[in-house]
């Protein structure tokens, strides 16, 4: 299945519909405090590029952000990929065009924050086949027990 993968505005009803779906599928994963989720309104902020995936039908079938925090760091947020295309490489895509904006814009450090357990597994396979490894907490996210932290060097 081919993909286009594009800079899009949070602020449409398909991509509210994969905001719901992901948060749908995260809810039973972690206790509600240890889920760091960014509303469409906060996705829309400056700071943060929202991409996302269409299929040939133009359908919205995952996304991927990147968000700049301070000089040289920022962070990936809100991956997700529906069901349907798990397994061929949308991820992969997406964590890649985040990537790729993130080296245009001169940050030398990408990290993220992502959960623990079995229903996040696959997501760490994605993030550690594009080159991230496991590090400490970071920012304001708490060193908990139900996080797992990925950083790349770029530069």
Do not use: W
């Amino acid at each position: 299945m081919g993909v286009a993968i594009a800079i899009e505005t949070p602020l449409q009803d398909d991509v509210r519909d994969l905001v719901a779906e992901l948060n749908a599928y995260l809810r039973p994963l972690s206790p509600p405090q240890f889920q760091f989720q960014m509303t469409v309104e906060q996705m829309a902020d400056a700071k943060t590029t929202l991409f996302v995936a269409r299929d040939a039908t133009g359908r919205a079938v995952g996304m991927g952000a990147l968000k700049l925090e301070t000089a040289g760091l920022a962070e990936v947020k809100r991956m997700f990929t529906r069901p349907e295309v798990r397994g061929q490489r949308v991820g992969s895509a997406l964590l890649a065009a985040v990537e790729a904006l993130a080296r245009q814009k001169g940050v030398t450090e990408l990290k993220l924050e992502t959960g623990v357990g079995e229903g996040f597994v696959p997501a760490h396979r994605v993030y550690e086949r594009g080159g991230f490894t496991p590090c400490g907490a970071f920012l304001d996210y708490p060193d908990s027990g139900h996080s797992a932290f990925f950083a790349k060097r770029l530069r």
